[in-house]
């Protein structure tokens, strides 16, 4: 019987991180229930697993683009529900993948009902494509890494603020390199000889960077974009509104005030930090604690100072924000930030907002984290979202990203049209 169930994973069983996969099962008896499973281990040597239970055709066959999972981390039609439902034993645990050499590995198997395996297949899913070249940077004050893609160029130039996750994280670089960008990602502590922890941030780090990045060889994008999450929103805000060069921003659950730390220009505070309020955060049975509630209101008096003068910015600006998001109020944050330009007269702007989304939207088919330590506050929290709904956002949020920096970062070198 064994010997007969084939587990086929179409087009390839190698593929991009954010490709999805075909997962198809033939050689059961008709109508027979089964058990899919997934597993992998990220970097830290944490296990995430995902399990749905399917019933055959009458051919004894399943297809997970085409079959509804009946029971399980979901039901219903979901092609790679497999890969997004992966969850840890452990509590509060993200998925690390932060390396763009190795693959995410995911071994994915079929079990009868009484749990013997009866056929497996593994999937590796990479973070570059085959001549994508990765250069490790450290140069004047930058630490970070250089991704190119292959070929001749010109390619658009994007710098990626991943600066407050764990050092420096290679994932969301390496893809888009592999989808035709140059892109530079870079870390503002906690990576090589950089300090542990930092009080302030200066913006002359990003200055350099984006100098840095403009003189490769293959880049043809007259300015450089910005790709942010989180605390990085805001900072790429402050890099569009006070340096020249910018083009375009992404701007995934920012702030529209300079958060936590003050930031400086020429040794000279131009905004200071918006305050986070711990008496505020709410604690939850699986011990991890809402902090949505708990920064200072941007728009009080007192705080005026930290708004990030977005107006001032030549750039096209594509503002994202998850409704569910339980780290902060991203979707008051974008609304604030959209009146803003326009009561300045400004049309530089889209926006995007995800019913049902999480804080942490990332490339596509990667597990979706409930909650993990966040490296701030020093403790648990829970990032929000619906999974089914958080993964659905991720994937129509990457193809986003990737046309709009397609359509704002001009690659034409004849280009010498005056901005007068």
Known sequence: MSNQVRLRLLPSARCLFDEPVQVKVAGLRSKQVVTMRARSTDEKGVVFSSSATYRADSSGEIDLSRDASVSGNYVGVEPMGLLWSMRSDVLHKRFQKTNSLNPHVVNFSVHEEEGRMVAEATNERFLMVDGVSRVPVKQGNIRGVLFTPPGEGPFPAVLDLYTFGDGLSEKRAALLASRGFLVLTVALYGHDDLPKNIKEVHLEYFEESIKFLKNQDKVG????????????????????????????????????????????????????????????????????????????????????????PIERASGQF???????????????????????????????????????????????????????????????????????????????????????????????????????
């Open 221 to 308: 994008s007259n300015g450089v974009g910005i790709i942010s999450l989180s605390k990085s929103g805001d900072l790429a805000l402050s890099v569009a509104s006070y340096l020249p060069g910018v083009q375009a921003v992404v701007c995934i659950n920012g702030c529209s005030a300079n958060v936590a730390l003050p930031l400086y220009y020429k040794n000279r505070q131009i905004l200071s930090a918006l305050k986070f309020d711990i008496n505020k955060m709410i604690s939850t049975e699986s011990g991890a604690f809402i902090t949505k509630y708990g920064m200072h209101d941007t728009l009080k008096e007192e705080n005026k100072a930290s708004l990030v």
């Open 318 to 420: 594509l503002f994202v924000a998850s409704e569910d998001d339980f780290n902060w109020d991203s979707k008051a944050y974008m609304d604030e930030m959209v009146d803003r330009l326009k009561r300045h007269g400004k049309e530089n702007f889209e926006s995007v907002s995800y019913p049902g989304a999480g804080h942490y939207l990332e490339p596509p088919f990667g597990p979706y984290c409930p909650s993990s330590f966040h490296g701030y506050v020093g403790i648990p929290v829970l990032w929000g979202g619906e999974p089914r709904a958080h993964a659905a956002a991720e994937v129509h949020l990457w193809r986003k990203i990737q046309e709009f920096f397609r359509t704002h970062l001009n690659c034409d070198k004849t280009e010498t049209k005056s901005k007068l």
